[in-house]
T-cell receptor, first 113, second 114 residues
Framework: AQSVAQPEDQVNVAEGNPLTVKCTYS??????LFWYVQYPNRGLQFLLK??????LVKGSYGFEAEFNKSQTSFHLKKPSALVSDSALYFC???????????FGAGTRLTVKP | ETGVTQTPRHLVMGMTNKKSLKCEQH?????MYWYKQSAKKPLELMFV???????ENNSVPSRFSPECPNSSHLFLHLHTLQPEDSALYLC?????????????FGPGTRLTVL
C-alpha cells in the first residue's frame, strides 16, 4: 500500500523568504501526488498535483512542487512567503491502480511578519 | 466555498445516542468520500462511494454506517460511539473514473463523544 511522510510537524519562515514543506512517498505503481492546504475551521483545499510530464508543477497562490522520482519526494515550495500562507499543509499520494488516497500527517506552516 | 457542504458543523453526543452526518456536493461529481481527521495524525479514509456504490471500506467499525442515496448526497450514521471517535469528519467528492482527479472537501463536522 502507498504511504506518505511529512518529516516536519512545524515549519517557521519569515515573510518574504522562500519556503519549503517536505514530502516523501512510497507507492508500488505510478504515483499521483497532491498538495492540499487547510485553514482553521475549513476543509482541505487543493493546491496542485503531479500526474506525469514536467517534474515542476505550478499551482494556486504561487505555490509549486517538484517531483523527484529518484528521491521519491514531492516538496512544496514558494519563492516568497506571505503571512496569509500560514496554515496546515497536507501531502497525499494515490496509486494509479486504486481509489485509496493516503495523506501525510500534515505540516503546520507559520509565516511571521 | 468549495461546493461541498456538511451539516451539522458541530455535534456533541453521548455514547448511547444515534445521530447522522450529512454531506452534499454541488459539483456534479460522481464519487464521494468520508475521512476522519484526528490531531497530528494522517487523514484516515473511511469510505468511498463511486456511482453510488461503496467501493472502499477501510476496516471501519460497524458503529459507523454510510449511506449514499444519490451522487450528490452522502450520510454517515453514528450509533454507540466511543470517546476515541471524537474527531473532525470530512466529506469529499471528485469526478470518479480517473484516480488522478483531485478531491474537493467540505468544512467538516467536529464530533465530540462524551
Amino acid at each position: 500500500a502507498q504511504s506518505v511522510a511529512q518529516p516536519e510537524d512545524q515549519v517557521n519562515v519569515a515573510e518574504g523568504n522562500p519556503l519549503t514543506v517536505k514530502c516523501t512517498y512510497s507507492v508500488s505503481g505510478n504515483p499521483y501526488l497532491f498538495w492540499y492546504v487547510q485553514y482553521p475551521n475549513r476543509g482541505l483545499q487543493f493546491l496542485l498535483k503531479y500526474i506525469t510530464g514536467d517534474n515542476l508543477v505550478k499551482g494556486s497562490y504561487g505555490f509549486e512542487a517538484e517531483f523527484n522520482k529518484s528521491q521519491t519526494s514531492f516538496h512544496l515550495k514558494k519563492p516568497s512567503a506571505l503571512v496569509s500562507d500560514s496554515a496546515l499543509y497536507f501531502c497525499a499520494v494515490r496509486d494509479g491502480r486504486n481509489n485509496d488516497m493516503r495523506f501525510g500527517a500534515g505540516t503546520r506552516l507559520t509565516v511571521k511578519p | 466555498e468549495t461546493g461541498v457542504t456538511q451539516t451539522p458543523r458541530h455535534l456533541v453526543m453521548g455514547m448511547t445516542n444515534k445521530k447522522s452526518l450529512k454531506c452534499e456536493q454541488h459539483l456534479g461529481h460522481n464519487a464521494m468520500y468520508w475521512y476522519k481527521q484526528s490531531a497530528k495524525k494522517p487523514l484516515e479514509l473511511m469510505f468511498v462511494y463511486s456511482l453510488e456504490e461503496r467501493v472502499e471500506n477501510n476496516s471501519v467499525p460497524s458503529r459507523f454506517s454510510p449511506e449514499c442515496p444519490n451522487s450528490s448526497h452522502l450520510f454517515l450514521h453514528l450509533h454507540t460511539l466511543q470517546p476515541e471517535d471524537s474527531a473532525l469528519y470530512l466529506c469529499a467528492s471528485s469526478q470518479g473514473g480517473a484516480t488522478y482527479n483531485e478531491q474537493f472537501f467540505g468544512p467538516g463536522t467536529r464530533l465530540t463523544v462524551l
